[in-house]
């Protein structure tokens, strides 16, 4: 059973924190993907990355940086929180797309900035 | 660029009614096409791809390149039907794109 684990359900960070975000996944996937879930505006992707040290801007880049040191691992990294930043985060991980395969999502992480 | 279309943020049916959720495309090159489903307090979760040709939950889709679509179909829905659905475009790059969803809702 593939694992999308994200480390946190809830957090609240105040405005100007540096604020990570880890996801880890069990399945020796290649690909990895955060988004960002808004009502009314869907998933929008912010950063992929196809390998480890490898790392691709999405859609709306701005505010956000990632790591991948390890395959397993995907960090999510806002530089300074803003209060429009507050939204629901999603990890994903997925084989590459050569295989047509499906993307695995994790519990997500709903970040609140004040 | 890959973009991914939702044309209706919700629909409301009957349960029994046919349902359709549309979703159109735009890609220069062999786009994969998914559907995505998440239902009320679950992880986002693949319905149903379109190389596949399958039928799931008695759901299909078809690819239609001509009119750039990938529309979703039910003949009969249920109540468990309800939930947010999601269109997806994965490119070669593997940059993996979603529409902005449509919510689902069957009354009994």
């Known amino acids: 059973d593939v694992k999308v684990t994200q480390s946190s359900r809830y957090l609240v960070k105040r405005t100007g924190e540096k604020v990570f975000l880890e996801c880890v996944q069990d399945?020796?996937?290649?690909?990895m993907f955060w988004y960002r879930q808004d009502p009314g505006l869907g998933l929008r992707l912010i950063y992929f990355?196809?390998?480890?040290?490898?790392?691709e801007k999405g859609d709306i880049p701005e505010g956000y940086s990632v790591s991948r040191e390890k395959k397993e691992r995907f960090s999510l990294i806002l530089e300074s929180a803003s209060t429009n930043q507050t939204s629901m985060y999603l990890c994903?991980?997925?084989?590459?797309?050569?295989?047509?395969?499906?993307?695995?999502f994790g519990q997500g992480t709903r970040l609140t900035v004040v | 660029a890959q973009r991914v279309t939702q044309p209706e943020k919700l629909l409301s049916v009957f349960k029994g009614a046919p349902v359709e959720l549309k979703c159109n495309y735009s890609?220069?090159?062999?786009?994969?096409l998914f559907w995505y489903v998440q239902y009320s307090r679950q992880r986002l979760q693949l319905l149903l791809r379109?190389?596949s040709r399958e039928s799931i939950k008695g759901f299909t889709a078809d690819l239609n390149k001509g009119e750039t679509s990938f529309h979703l179909k039910k003949p009969f829905a249920q109540e468990e039907d309800s939930a947010m659905y999601y269109c997806?475009?994965?490119?070669?790059?593997?940059?993996?794109?979603f529409g902005k969803g449509m919510k689902l809702t069957v009354n009994p």
């Open positions: 379109h190389i």
């Open positions: 990355s196809y390998d480890v040290k490898m790392k």
């Open positions: 399945m020796d996937h290649e690909n």
């Open positions: 997806a475009l994965q490119g070669g790059s593997e940059k993996l794109v």
């Open positions: 994903a991980s997925s084989p590459p797309n050569r295989a047509n395969t499906e993307a695995f």
């Open positions: 890609y220069s090159g062999s786009p994969e």
